[in-house]
């Protein structure tokens, strides 16, 4: 089939709930996509944050063949070496107590959420509590995941949504505090926000958080699917803060490119919250998703991929920091590491759309008009210099 054949019978037979860019892609190799004729893409996307070591990675490639070969799925009615393997490296990097492994990033927010309103429950005699997020957040789109996301225009045909969340302004600390009350269980954040434009959280509220949450028996829970893994240069964005979740989420670059999340929790929490006939997955955990996941871990360790992202980041930062000084229509760079966004005021749907189709590079856009790279964490000096020669090409025609 040609590409137009393609696109014409995927509209055919997909519900329509993407607006996809007429581009079949067929391989990857390092931080290079082809398509379907052969045309080769840099990738500053890696599939949202997901394909951390590139494509055709043969340790990966090989980890996942020979499990394949074992066994795939046998439910959690037992257990299996690749998930006790790969919990002992969750919990071994995070700094956390107890691991359960979901097919999702917003399957792992439901667990965080159930986990918290069981601790409240068990904590006072009695359920009906609440958690605070934060406006432009974002936690994905099952009905639980959509109630704790901070994006109207997402939630507002699904009314009514889960009960009890109440949104406070990311970064302002005396948002948060005013919308505490006797029935809050949780407050969710992400250190970086991703989808809403790439925003960090200010370390002086991180630890305001963290203390409000100390003094009032409050659960903090840092969803860290998009920034966690690597991509700002520490396994997890709350390691560079120095303040710890009694909750985390992760997802995305978790299983470097097959479907698998998690949520991680502290010892306190696993005493006092969810025990058996509480929760539960079909798939979750399961030998293929939990040996990929052992692997990346493994991965991170043997690459030093965390010393890499802290080695070329700065590079990247430069590269970006001086497209604000030369473009008058790029007024901001936000972000840690390799998530980086750039503030646009010429509509970046456009400019994402002229890098893909006419630069033949992937970039992504995200909230508030931004332009959002998250690139392989493998990348190269080459790499950027490419992208910066790119970017150019498409600001110029801007
Ligand atoms: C992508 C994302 C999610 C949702 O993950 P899915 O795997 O798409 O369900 C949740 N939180 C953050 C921060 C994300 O970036």
């Known amino acids: 089939m ?3 054949q393609y696109i014409d019978k995927a509209e055919e037979n997909l519900f329509h709930v993407y607006n996809r860019f007429p581009v079949v892609f067929d391989h990857g190799r390092g931080v290079k996509l082809y398509d379907t004729d052969e045309v080769e893409y840099l990738d500053f996307a890696s599939g949202i944050g997901v394909m951390a070591f590139g494509y055709g990675n043969e340790d990966y490639e090989n980890a996942l063949f020979s499990q394949i070969k074992e066994i795939t799925h046998t439910s959690n009615l037992f257990y299996h070496a690749p998930m006790i393997e790969a919990a002992e490296k969750v919990v071994k990097v995070t700094g956390l107590s107890k691991v359960f492994f979901t097919n999702s990033g917003a399957e792992a927010i439901e667990g965080a959420i159930k986990t918290a309103k069981k601790y409240a429950y068990l904590r006072d005699g009695f359920a009906g509590h609440e958690i605070i997020a934060m406006n432009h957040s974002f936690h994905g789109r099952t009905v639980g995941s959509l109630s704790v996301t901070g994006t109207e225009h997402y ?16 970064n302002d600390y005396g948002s948060v505090l005013s919308r505490v009350t006797d029935k809050t269980c949780a407050i969710l954040l992400e250190p970086v926000q991703g989808e809403g434009g790439v925003t960090p959280a200010d370390a002086t509220f991180l630890k305001k958080i963290r203390e409000l ?3 009032k028996d409050i659960l903090l829970i840092f969803d860290e699917i998009q920034c966690g893994m690597g991509r700002t240069g520490s396994m997890f964005a709350y390691q560079q803060y120095d303040v710890m979740p009694d909750i985390l989420t992760t997802a995305k670059a978790l299983g470097g490119g097959v479907p698998v999340g998690a949520f991680v929790v502290n010892q306190k929490v696993a005493n006092k919250s969810l025990v058996p006939g509480d929760h539960g997955t079909t798939y979750g955990s399961n030998p293929l ?11 991170f360790e043997k690459y030093k991929l965390c010393d890499h992202v802290n080695r070329i980041a700065p590079l990247f930062i430069e590269t970006l920091d001086r497209l604000v000084e030369k473009y008058d229509f790029v007024t901001e ?5 390799l998530m980086q966004g750039l503030v646009l005021t010429v509509p970046v749907a456009d400019v994402v759309k002229k890098a893909l189709l006419e630069e033949n590079l992937v970039v992504l856009s995200a909230g508030g008009n ?8 493998v990348i190269t000096e080459q790499d950027v210099d490419n992208f910066k020669v ?5 600001f110029d025609a801007m």
């Open 2 to 4: 040609n590409k137009q």
């Open 333 to 337: 760079r936000r972000g840690m590491g």
């Open 370 to 377: 931004v332009l959002r790279m998250l690139p392989p964490l």
């Open 213 to 215: 949450c100390d003094d």
């Open 155 to 170: 939630r507002e045909p699904f009314y009514p949504l889960m009960d009890g969340v109440k949104f406070a302004t990311f």
């Open 390 to 394: 790119k970017i150019e090409a498409v």
């Open 289 to 299: 998703c939990t040996a990929a996941v052992s692997t990346v871990f493994d991965m």
